[in-house]
């Protein structure tokens, strides 16, 4: 089975940084399409960023400049670097990760990690 474990969430300053992590097991993803998103209470969840088999990239406006999404291919590791942190960033971060070059039905999701910006 395809399990991803999340890590790195917590609770940081506003302009603080936090690294999200994950690692899927199970299975490789190198040339998957990978994203990450988030729920804020009494928000609906949404994209952050995401990157494609190809290795392009893309992000929501609201963290663009902030947030880098990355990939170590050797660790099946997804990141999550998160600069210039504020309030509104606070949310349940999730992970998702597609077994083809482009996000679609039948995705793995992790278990999500707490991030909380306070201000």
């Known amino acids: 089975q395809v399990q991803l474990v999340q890590s790195g969430g917590g609770l940081v300053q506003a302009g603080g940084s936090l690294r999200l992590s994950c690692v899927a097991s199970?299975?490789?993803?190198?040339?998957?399409?990978v994203a990450w998103y988030r729920q804020a209470p009494g928000k609906e969840r949404e994209v952050v960023a995401l990157?494609?088999?190809?290795?392009?990239?893309g992000y929501a406006d609201s963290v663009k400049g902030r947030f880098t999404i990355a990939r170590d291919n050797a660790k099946n590791t997804v990141f999550l670097q998160m600069n210039s942190l504020k309030p509104e960033d606070t949310a349940v971060y999730y992970c998702?990760?597609?077994?083809?070059?482009?996000?679609?039905?039948?995705?793995?999701w992790g278990q999500g990690t707490q991030v909380t910006v306070s201000s």
């Open positions: 998702r990760v597609s077994m083809r070059p482009v996000l679609g039905p039948n995705d793995y």
């Open positions: 990157i494609t088999g190809g290795g392009s990239t």
């Open positions: 199970g299975s490789t993803f190198s040339t998957n399409a």
